[in-house]
């Protein structure tokens, strides 16, 4: 888990709270690189530190004895590693193993992950059918995939989708008023779309910044926000030129960010691929209308409540923008069906069947 709370750190953290609601006797560890003071929610649960696997290559060498060394000193039961890895090689008898893989990414298309992402896609997912006893995914569509091409998962391969927050009409209202503040002080444009996540190649920050220039041309008012941290893909996608109208905020915590999603005219999310897709589950939570890709899992995710698009097809990609915001019959309609679409997922019912499948494991 990195130091920002973003994708698997934020899995990971609500999990852990959502699995001590469902069971409060349950004693959980949380063994990690960074100290308990690296992020606020770590000093939540006890700690076990482990040295030397901050980054993945310390992982993939010292992960495996490390991760045994701290089970076999606190006697865990079970070791559920939620960042898609599995260094469970070393790991003694009668420990058992959950891996949750993401999504397939670096099998399906290769060219969008790191050399050492698809290393371990090629080696320890690879061998999860012998070093697992259960691994989690998070989408039908991840499921398809990981089957697809990685042999021998069909017995242990289960789908469990992530879960949102999902705020009462109450909640909706201060959040919405919180961005009508923020706007009035000019920290938000008045009209914006919002776009959330680490830019990297598959996010397509670069068709979604050519559709947006289409978009100003026909409505100069509005802005494009880009929430998530300064990473080498946004680099990547800056170089090619940013629009006007571009707001990059970078990393904001859990409460700024819902009343961003709350002030936001339209949320998009035009991904090459995801495994599951949370910014189309926050915007539908937060019951502001979606413009998001046809594409693995998404169209599972978001069902008849969000406007689907071809990623690579701008020209699709701006008339959907286009629609949300002046569409007001469309917008009111997604709004509606998102809100009630995002109350199927939530932590509560994902920590359920994970602590039952704990439970099926140790045999209770």
């Not at 949320?267 to 949370?278: I, Q, T």
């Not at 701006?318 to 949300?324: D, G, K, P, T």
Request: aromatic share 6%; net charge positive; charged share 20%.
């Amino acid at each position: 888990m990195g130091r920002y709370t973003t994708g698997i750190g934020r899995y990971a953290s609500e999990l852990c709270r959502a699995l001590r609601r469902a069971d409060p006797t349950l004693d959980l560890w949380l063994l990690n690189p960074y100290p308990a003071t690296a992020m606020s929610w770590f000093a939540e649960f006890s700690n076990r530190r482990l040295s030397g696997v901050a980054t993945l290559p310390g992982v993939l060498t010292r992960g495996h004895r490390e991760l045994a060394r701290a089970a076999h000193a606190l006697q865990l039961d079970i070791v559920h590693d939620p960042c898609g890895v599995g260094p469970f090689l070393s790991l003694r008898r009668g420990v058992h193993r959950v891996l949750t893989v993401h999504d397939a990414i670096p099998l399906v298309a290769p060219g969008l992950q790191p050399l050492l992402t698809r290393l371990v896609f090629r080696t320890l997912v690879a061998w999860s059918p012998y070093t697992t006893d259960a691994v989690l995914t998070t989408s039908r569509s991840a499921q398809s995939d990981l089957l697809h091409h990685v042999g021998g998962l069909a017995d242990r391969l289960v789908v469990v989708p992530p879960g949102t927050h999902w705020p009462s009409d109450g909640e909706l209202a201060m959040r919405r008023a919180d961005a009508e503040r923020a706007k009035m002080a000019g920290e938000l444009p008045a009209c914006y779309l919002l776009a959330v996540g680490n830019q990297d190649p598959r996010k397509n920050t670069a068709r979604l910044f050519a559709a947006f220039r289409q978009v100003r041309a026909a409505r100069p008012d509005v802005a494009l926000v880009l929430v998530g941290p300064d990473t080498w893909g946004r680099r990547s996608a800056l170089a090619a030129g940013t629009p006007d109208g571009v707001h990059h905020v970078g990393y904001l915590p859990d409460a700024q960010l819902a009343a961003v999603y709350a002030g936001a005219a339209g949320v998009v999310f035009p991904s090459l691929y995801e495994g599951f897709g949370m910014p189309a589950l926050e915007g539908m939570a937060h019951g502001v209308p979606v413009v998001t890709s046809n594409r693995a899992s998404l169209p599972e995710l978001t069902g008849h409540a969000a406007l689907l698009v071809n990623p690579e097809d701008v020209d699709a990609l701006a008339v959907a923008m286009v629609r949300v915001l002046t569409d007001q019959g469309l917008a009111r309609r997604l709004a509606v069906q998102g809100r009630r679409r995002a109350e199927r997922f939530s932590w509560d019912a994902t920590a359920t069947t994970v602590l039952n499948l704990y439970l099926t494991l140790v045999g209770r």
